[in-house]
């Protein structure tokens, strides 16, 4: 009988690695087909049937993707016409300061609903739910005339401010966990000892909460970086962010899909690099408030 249950756990096991396998290579296959495709030739892109490991692989595309090189013809010019690299620039440009501002607009709102009561907290705090989930879609239209109106239409100014109706609710809405889980006796401590309110956050509570921040900075940079709706209605086509610049190898005439496949590659690479980079704050951040 022992013998038996043995066998039953062993091929329980083997079933859960074979399905747990099968599912980690499902998860990855997208990143690899959009990898191979990045390094294929564009007859392999289009193939009738599809060439998944025997192909001509050329770093060409990533030459065209960031006009490096003269043409084949031998004129000078860049071979690639689309400005790739000033979308992505556009992008660095745009979400450090949307990031910047959400943080400190919100540090201080979520420290006061989490310390304070006050009369209407709780709806304030609801107010702030409801406007992370509102869909974007709805203020477009609005937020379109009063950009035109206000001489905001096409500008990097007034894309960061409208990331702020993502940004903000959700920077104070994280935020306010992660400061209602500071012991307040620290806090109190801080300020028996002759602190005033400015000093007491900026040297106790807000160096406490620095892993909460580095995560909710983290989180934000990354919605912000991959907004397409706000770019895509309020934005001209030279400050156009990296998302809605990788239309540009849709035309008419053909989808570049090697050029396509490889920016969006290279568009994924910074929140990778922010990742890796801030690796030990985020485990720990994303384990404590407000997301635990």
């Known amino acids: 009988m022992t013998s038996m249950k043995r066998k039953h756990r062993r091929w329980l096991l083997v079933g859960i690695y074979i399905f747990l396998g099968a599912y980690f290579v499902f998860s990855l296959f997208p990143f690899y087909w959009i990898f191979v495709t990045s390094i294929k030739t564009e007859k392999d892109v289009i193939s009738y049937i599809p060439k998944f490991i025997r192909f001509k692989a050329t770093l060409r595309n990533y030459a065209d993707l960031f006009q490096l090189g003269p043409s084949q013809k031998g004129t000078g010019e860049f071979r690639g016409k689309i400005p790739f690299l000033r979308y992505l620039f556009n992008s660095v440009k745009v979400v450090p300061a949307a990031v910047g501002l959400s943080l400190l607009l919100g540090i201080p709102a979520a420290y006061a609903l989490a310390r304070y009561k006050f009369l209407g907290k709780e709806s304030l705090a609801f ?4 406007q992370y989930f509102l869909p ?9 005339i009063i950009y ?8 990097y100014l007034g894309l960061i401010l409208v990331l702020q109706l993502v940004n903000l609710p959700l920077t ?3 935020m306010r966990g992660f400061f209602a889980d500071l012991p ?23 160096p406490l909460a620095a892993p909460g921040i580095v995560a909710t900075a983290f989180l934000t940079a990354v919605f912000s970086w991959n907004n397409f709706l706000f770019g895509l209605v309020l934005m001209g086509t030279k400050k156009m962010p990296v998302t809605v610049g990788m239309l540009s190898f849709q035309t008419y005439v053909k989808v570049q899909w090697n050029l396509m496949a490889g920016a969006a590659l290279v568009a994924a690479l910074p929140p990778l690099i922010l990742a890796l980079f801030f690796q030990k704050y985020l485990v720990r951040g994303l384990t404590l408030g407000a997301i635990k």
């Open 148 to 155: 035109q109106k206000l001489g905001l239409y096409n500008t």
């Open 136 to 144: 974007p879609i709805l203020v477009l239209v609005p937020l379109y």
């Open 184 to 206: 307040l006796e620290i806090e109190e401590s801080a300020l028996i000892d002759g602190c005033n309110f400015w000093q007491m956050l900026g040297k106790i509570s807000i």
């Open 172 to 174: 104070i809405l994280v």
């Open 127 to 130: 107010f702030y739910l409801s």
